[in-house]
């Protein structure tokens, strides 16, 4: 599976980035997908995740209220709006398609990754 993130950068805290992940190769509208980060010398978590018709979605607890996500089932492209950035936020952030989303949780294909695009939150 094919998938491009884009979007990332270097920004202050407090400022916002957007997210983009394209997936030409997949049938977009059938999968379910998530965003996922991982910071150095951490594990990879769930950022947030959203279901094949975009109707149900989900976030980790420390991003809730401050980033959405979104996707475009016309254009295939899932979307991250990221604001009030913290340092914290600071990682390569992966998009995962074809992941099993049910009762509100999201379980990745791990078959799936993007090749990352960097968030850096300056303070």
């Known amino acids: 599976v094919q998938l491009v993130e884009s979007g990332g950068g270097l920004v202050q805290a407090g400022g916002s980035l957007r997210l983009s992940c394209a997936a030409p190769?997949?049938?977009?509208?059938?999968?379910?997908m998530g965003w996922y980060r991982q910071a150095p010398g951490k594990q990879r978590e769930l950022v947030a995740a959203i279901r094949s018709d975009g109707g149900s979605t989900t976030y980790a607890d420390s991003v809730k209220g401050r980033f959405t996500i979104s996707r475009d089932n016309v254009k295939n492209m899932m979307y991250l709006e990221m604001n009030s950035l913290k340092p914290e936020d600071t990682a390569v952030y992966y998009c995962?398609?074809?992941?099993?989303?049910?009762?509100?949780?999201?379980?990745?294909?791990?078959?799936?990754w993007g090749q990352g695009t960097q968030v850096t939150v300056s303070s």
């Open positions: 995962n398609a074809g992941g099993a989303y049910y009762s509100g949780r999201y379980y990745p294909n791990f078959g799936s």
């Open positions: 190769g997949i049938t977009f509208s059938l999968n379910a």
